[in-house]
């Protein structure tokens, strides 16, 4: 277990190190992270609209801080490009983010098209029972992405990675608000990057 948990924490400052220096991205992980934890609760009450939760406030908040606010450019901080940090990142790097997102957006349009999916999910006839139908959807494609990257890490990386990695990704709410709670204030504050001494060329 002592393994397990340095292990763990290596992750969480490999995470924070390479893909968090903007206050921006800092407070949207922050937002998200409280969305997230909202979601958790309401899966034991609503597990569709957990799920509408969890996508449409907690991963567009969190994925909107990584494309368009995080420095993309050469990391001085840590003397690393962004492609070595793309090749090391051990869960969805911003390609296979562009592609799970991608199958996001699609989610709705298919179900509109064919109401039930096929036979996989409910089908709908009216906007309440649509959500209803997108949101498990959701949620299926939530599960499903974890669980593949989990896998594919046994793979890739060992079964101890895997396991770390999904345990990371599940308690990363939670450890989001305590690591990025005072990030909008300091952003209020004129504090654009964690580092005022960072320069990325983007």
Same mark, same amino acid.
């Given at each position: 277990m &002592?393994?397990?948990?340095?292990a %763990?924490?290596i992750q969480?400052?490999?995470?924070?190190?390479?893909? !968090?220096?903007c206050?921006i991205?800092? =407070?949207? !992980?922050?937002?998200?992270?409280?969305a997230?934890?909202? *979601?958790?609760?309401?899966?034991f009450? $609503?597990p *569709?609209?957990? +799920?509408?939760?969890?996508?449409?406030?907690s991963m567009t908040s969190?994925? +909107?801080g !990584?494309?368009?606010?995080?420095p993309?450019?050469?990391?001085?901080?840590?003397? *690393?490009?962004q492609?070595? &940090?793309?090749d090391?990142k @051990?869960?969805?790097?911003?390609?296979? &983010?562009?592609?799970?997102? =991608? @199958?996001w957006a699609?989610?709705p349009?298919?179900?509109?098209?064919?109401?039930?999916?096929?036979?996989?999910?409910?089908e709908?006839?009216?906007? *309440?029972?649509?959500l209803?139908?997108?949101g498990?959807?959701?949620?299926?494609?939530?599960?499903? +992405?974890?669980?593949?990257?989990? @896998?594919?890490?046994?793979?890739?990386?060992?079964?101890?990675?895997?396991?770390?990695?999904?345990? &990371?990704?599940l308690?990363?709410?939670?450890?989001?608000?305590?690591?990025y709670?005072k +990030?909008? %204030?300091?952003?209020l504050r004129?504090?654009?990057?964690?580092? $005022?001494?960072? !320069?990325?060329? =983007?």
């Amino acid at each position: 277990m &002592k393994d397990f948990f340095e292990a %763990l924490r290596i992750q969480r400052w490999d995470d924070h190190r390479y893909y !968090h220096h903007c206050r921006i991205n800092q =407070s949207l !992980h922050f937002l998200s992270a409280m969305a997230f934890v909202v *979601a958790y609760a309401m899966l034991f009450i $609503q597990p *569709a609209w957990a +799920a509408l939760i969890a996508w449409m406030v907690s991963m567009t908040s969190r994925q +909107a801080g !990584h494309f368009f606010f995080e420095p993309l450019g050469y990391d001085h901080v840590n003397q *690393a490009t962004q492609e070595f &940090k793309e090749d090391i990142k @051990v869960g969805y790097n911003l390609r296979r &983010k562009v592609v799970l997102l =991608s @199958v996001w957006a699609l989610l709705p349009l298919a179900i509109f098209m064919n109401p039930g999916l096929f036979g996989l999910l409910p089908e709908h006839d009216s906007l *309440a029972g649509f959500l209803d139908a997108v949101g498990y959807a959701w949620l299926f494609l939530g599960i499903t +992405a974890l669980l593949f990257r989990t @896998v594919h890490l046994f793979f890739l990386q060992g079964v101890q990675t895997g396991l770390v990695w999904m345990t &990371k990704i599940l308690t990363d709410p939670f450890h989001d608000i305590y690591l990025y709670h005072k +990030a909008p %204030l300091q952003l209020l504050r004129g504090q654009r990057f964690a580092d $005022q001494d960072l !320069h990325v060329s =983007s």
